[in-house]
Nanobody, 123 residues
Framework: QVQLVESGGGLVQAGGSLRLSCAAS????????MGWFRQAPGKEREFVSA????????YYANSVKGRFTISRDNAKYSVYLQMNSLKPEDTDVYYC????????????????WGQGTQVTVSS
């Protein structure tokens, strides 16, 4: 069982930066691959980025590639999403998620989810 808590969201102007954190509790965090997803009201939750359990594989959605960076610190049971050059279209609720084995793009493959943190980018 893994519990996830996101933090770091907020209001920022276009072009600014935010760093999201996801703190995990439970055993064997280092064995879980982690993902970041986002969702706007009335829309499906979409993939943003994922990192494999050992950090050896990292994936990004095309819409954030070159602007967002995912990282993890297994000793701190945490995963991060550094978001730079933010755009108004990045406004969403951001969720972190965990799954066993390899990283994945699909929400259905993740077993554990946080409650989300709101990111709002003003123009």
């Amino acid at each position: 069982q893994v519990q996830l808590v996101e933090s770091g969201g907020g209001l920022v102007q276009a072009g600014g930066s935010l760093r999201l954190s996801c703190a995990a509790s439970g055993r064997s965090f280092s064995s879980y691959s982690m993902g970041w997803f986002r969702q706007a009201p009335g829309k499906e939750r979409e993939f943003v980025s994922a990192i494999r359990w050992d950090g050896a594989a990292i994936y990004y959605a095309n819409s954030v590639k070159g602007r967002f960076t995912i990282s993890r610190d297994n000793a701190k049971y945490s995963v991060y999403l550094q978001m730079n050059s933010l755009k108004p279209e990045d406004t969403d609720v951001y969720y972190c998620a965990a799954k066993s084995l390899g990283a994945a793009y699909s929400t259905s493959e993740y077993n554990y989810w946080g409650q989300g943190t709101q990111v709002t980018v003003s123009s």
